[in-house]
């Protein structure tokens, strides 16, 4: 716990691909304000963000996550033609789907020829994630993260029961296999294999892993810095590429506000049942039926510091694999100055209502504060 904050420091971040370099900057403000988390959460890109976090110690933490992000960062196009009519993202863009990022992935040729081929789950997809086992295990140390100095959780989907699993290494130890399965996204990316069954990338299933620290037993007081790089909500699209970029938005972002309403009904509830047990009268409440209803109650609060990486001009529906200078940087910046002004508000030290368990500070609660 942090002498400064109301409980344990959680970090969650969402999946999506060069978004994630909005992550990076949320934790860069957080580290130079001397905020480190108890507990990192993430999916997708998000779980490679957080196993460079955990698997690094404090003083390192930001050196790893820039040698990753300079080795996927990929240069504009400058003499592409589509360059010369103000498209140098598309020209990378397109670059990036068709050679790949050397460190991260590179096409997988049996595949591009023929899509039917049947190859087998460990070889089917558009491009071979070698590379990121070689770049992951140059910059995790996977010793420090099985330490438990810091908690560390990966979400994926079982490709054969379609059920979503967290990997923690509170309950088990992880490996880079476990942050791999976790951005294997299909069809572009190939399972991984976890005790012999195949995992895809958690996003097809649950995008947003918050509901792994709220859904926590035992429940702690908590901040939570929830770090979300798709809209759930945005404006009527008007082409095509509009339309790709907002299904994906929407399906990406995996209803992230619905999933924290309903988890501060839940959490109401619970401290409802807290109040009403401060009723029993005290002889009644070491009966064993009576103790079993008074479990359900709790009084932890979770702050939830609810992060949205803004849109960025010219970007389209293959903004996640924007992985150009001049993307990175535009979102890292600005997950850096998000981050700022929310530790600047400290919205998580005012006063709160005792009934609610889950209190949610955004970036327009704070405005002004």
Known sequence: MHADLPGQVVLVLQGGGALGAYQVGVYEALHEAGIEPDWVIGTSIGAINAALIVGNEPSHRLERLHAFWDHVEQAN??????AWLGLGRVAANLATLSRGIPSFFTPSLAAWRGSQARVGIDSAAYYSTEPLKETLHQLVDFE?????????????VNAL???????DSSTQPL????VMASGALPP???????????YWDGGIYS????????????????????????????????SIWEVMGRQKDIQYASRADSHIARQKQIHRLRHVIRELCGQIPAAKRNEAQVKELMSWGCGTTMHVAHLVAPRVDGEDHTKDIDFTPSGIHERWRAGYQDTLKMIAASPWNEPVDPIEGVIVHTMESIAGV
């Open 188 to 198: 572009a990316f190939p399972a991984v294999r976890i005790d012999g069954e195949p």
């Open 175 to 178: 490996r880079v296999e476990h």
């Open 77 to 82: 196009a400058a003499t592409d033609p589509l």
């Open 207 to 238: 995008n947003t892993p918050i509901e792994a620290v709220l859904d926590d037993v035992p429940r702690r007081d908590s901040v939570i810095f929830a770090v979300n790089v798709w809209h759930q909500q945005g404006p009527e699209p008007q």
């Open 144 to 156: 420090l993260v099985n330490q438990g100095k810091a908690r560390l959780t990966v979400g994926a």
């Open 161 to 167: 029961s379609g059920e979503m699993r967290y990997f």
